[in-house]
């Protein structure tokens, strides 16, 4: 079973008389354990690929399926549901509390859900310590740097044990050092964990030479050429 299959999907917006295509006809598949980069340029459709796979948008025609379930006759609420139990989405920016510490950004997102069991506060524990933070995961963002602070939002994007791992620019606050270090977490993490991971990024310099990258254009996909 696929995390994600999108199938011949397209987004299109009403523009006075005609339409602008934000998506045509794009299919593609994340495997779990699979790091698939998407970049493009600006207006090529990447927030709109990551809005149907986070099931914010529903595509004009096309299909989506999350972790072998057919998404597209799903009611708002079971919509909402899946993307609870089956996404993480990691931000360009983390948007952390500052008076929370990393731990108890952690452990507010089951809180949400009225759980405040010692399981849930372990499992948040070995999150941290896997993307490296267990050292600082009592400090405060204030007091971490832009490279923990976005480990801080990748580990909580994993506190419900997700299919599917949507990022969305993940290096474009952080220099290129951090930002390839934030790279190669989310690679580890995706084969340590069994995820799907979709990537959008800009930023290709960050990626690895073995990292599949597919380019979007004019709503497009094309195959990219491995990065040097
Ligand atoms: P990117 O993230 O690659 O910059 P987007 O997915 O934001 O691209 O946009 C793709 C195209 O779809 C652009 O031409 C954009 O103007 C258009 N578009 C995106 N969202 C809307 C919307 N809600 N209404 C009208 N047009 C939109
Ligand atoms: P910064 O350089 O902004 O402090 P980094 O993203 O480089 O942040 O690292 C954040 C934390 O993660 C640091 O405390 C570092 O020791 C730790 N760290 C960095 N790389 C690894 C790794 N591959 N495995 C485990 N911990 C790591």
């Not at 149907?52 to 009611?75: H, K, Q, S």
């Not at 931000?91 to 731990?103: C, D």
């Not at 990022?167 to 799907?196: C, F, K, M, N, Y």
């Amino acid at each position: 079973v696929q995390a994600l299959e999108i199938d011949q999907v397209t987004v299109r917006f009403r523009d006075g008389e005609g339409w602008t295509y934000a998506l045509r006809d794009v299919s593609l598949t994340v495997a779990p354990g699979e790091f698939l980069a998407v970049t493009g340029p600006s207006g090529s459709g990447k927030s709109t690929l990551l809005a149907v796979a986070g099931l914010l948008l529903t595509p004009t025609e096309g299909t989506v399926r999350l972790a072998g379930r057919e998404v597209g006759g799903a009611t708002a609420k079971t919509r909402t549901d899946l993307r609870r139990s089956d996404i993480g989405f990691v931000f360009q920016q983390p948007h952390l509390l500052g008076s929370l510490t990393a731990l108890e950004q952690l452990q507010m997102v089951a809180r949400l859900d009225g759980d405040r069991s010692a399981a849930t506060t372990q499992h948040a524990k070995d999150l941290l310590e896997q993307v490296g933070l267990g050292s600082v995961m009592h400090k405060r963002p204030s007091t971490l740097s832009g490279g923990q602070r976005q480990r801080v939002g990748i580990a909580r994007a994993l506190m419900g044990d997700p299919e599917l791992l949507l990022v969305d620019e993940p290096t474009s606050a952080l220099d290129h050092e951090r930002g390839v270090a934030i790279v190669d977490l989310l690679r580890t993490l995706t084969h340590e964990r069994g995820l799907g991971t979709l990537v959008v990024t800009h930023d290709l310099g960050t990626l690895g030479s073995d990292d599949e990258v597919i380019r979007l254009v004019d709503g497009k996909l094309a195959v990219e050429e491995p990065v040097d």
